[in-house]
């Protein structure tokens, strides 16, 4: 019966975070990413069972099948969505908390070949981008977006947005807002008004520099009219 219960759950889950989705029986016969988190509840229960030839087989079915590479022995919370899924790479040690949603092309990667951690943790209401890649045994914060396409290689706070290449903090909430608004869903990471520090730091050494040159015109200006005033004298 919890087992069902966790079934139905994700389900559920699919239908608060895709507005495309129309029926349960599409969820349950047509979305990669449900089938993938299904298989991977069996390959990571033979897992702990220490059953790893089988495991792994199980791990690759479900790649072959959903596009879907989840290691065995990453831990998967509750109500994890993944969209689309084509690509998504999830790395043995990488834990991934509950309420997380993961689009296409997203990689939990390692940094190293020695045992012991070293993949990604997301904690709860995490969303990373299509195309994000993630790597090293980092955290990322509580309600944390991370953005398509983005490189990110240092612990994120909770409630932050993470872009760029390297991945750069352009948004942090207050842990009370991260309270209110953690769960809610932003599709694709990055929130509308998000702006990269880069551009913003280039505009405003633009807006000095016509700051500079009015100047610049107006001490001109004012250095004309004084020469003119002297030659009059």
Same mark, same amino acid.
């Given at each position: 019966?919890?087992?069902?219960?966790?079934?139905?759950?994700?389900?559920?889950?699919?239908?608060?975070?895709?507005?495309?989705?129309?029926?349960?029986?599409?969820?349950?016969?047509?979305?990669?990413?449900?089938? *993938?988190?299904?298989?991977?509840?069996?390959?990571?229960?033979?897992?702990?069972?220490?059953?790893?030839?089988?495991?792994?087989?199980?791990?690759?079915?479900?790649?072959?099948?959903?596009?879907?590479?989840?290691?065995?022995?990453?831990? !998967?919370?509750?109500? !994890?969505?993944?969209?689309?899924?084509?690509?998504?790479?999830?790395?043995?040690?990488?834990?991934?908390?509950?309420?997380?949603?993961?689009?296409?092309?997203?990689?939990?990667?390692?940094? @190293?070949?020695? &045992?012991?951690?070293?993949?990604?943790?997301?904690?709860?209401?995490?969303?990373?981008?299509?195309?994000?890649?993630?790597?090293?045994?980092?955290?990322?914060?509580?309600?944390? &977006?991370?953005?398509?396409?983005?490189?990110?290689?240092?612990?994120?706070?909770?409630?932050?947005? %993470?872009?760029?290449?390297?991945?750069?903090? %352009?948004?942090?909430?207050?842990?009370?807002?991260? &309270?209110?608004? *953690?769960?809610?869903?932003?599709?694709?990471?990055?929130?509308?008004?998000?702006?990269?520090?880069?551009? %913003?730091?280039?505009?405003?050494?633009?807006?000095?520099?016509?700051?500079?040159?009015? &100047?610049?015109?107006?001490? @001109?200006?004012?250095?004309? @009219?004084?020469?003119?005033?002297?030659?009059?004298?």
């Amino acid at each position: 019966m919890a087992i069902w219960s966790r079934v139905c759950e994700q389900i559920d889950i699919v239908f608060d975070r895709d507005p495309a989705v129309r029926s349960r029986w599409e969820v349950v016969s047509l979305y990669p990413g449900f089938h *993938a988190i299904l298989l991977h509840w069996l390959a990571h229960w033979l897992w702990g069972k220490q059953w790893f030839w089988l495991a792994r087989f199980i791990s690759q079915l479900s790649r072959g099948i959903t596009g879907i590479e989840i290691h065995p022995g990453a831990k !998967v919370g509750r109500r !994890v969505f993944i969209d689309h899924g084509m690509g998504v790479v999830v790395g043995e040690t990488a834990e991934i908390g509950d309420d997380c949603t993961l689009y296409q092309g997203v990689t939990l990667g390692g940094t @190293s070949w020695q &045992k012991g951690k070293r993949h990604p943790t997301l904690m709860p209401g995490v969303i990373v981008g299509a195309g994000a890649k993630i790597i090293g045994p980092i955290v990322i914060g509580e309600g944390a &977006k991370v953005g398509s396409n983005a490189v990110v290689v240092k612990e994120v706070p909770q409630g932050a947005t %993470v872009i760029g290449i390297p991945g750069r903090v %352009v948004e942090e909430d207050l842990s009370q807002k991260i &309270k209110k608004e *953690a769960m809610q869903f932003s599709a694709y990471g990055p929130t509308d008004n998000d702006k990269d520090p880069l551009v %913003v730091l280039v505009n405003q050494l633009m807006e000095q520099c016509r700051e500079l040159e009015e &100047k610049s015109q107006e001490l @001109s200006k004012q250095l004309d @009219s004084l020469n003119r005033s002297q030659e009059g004298h």
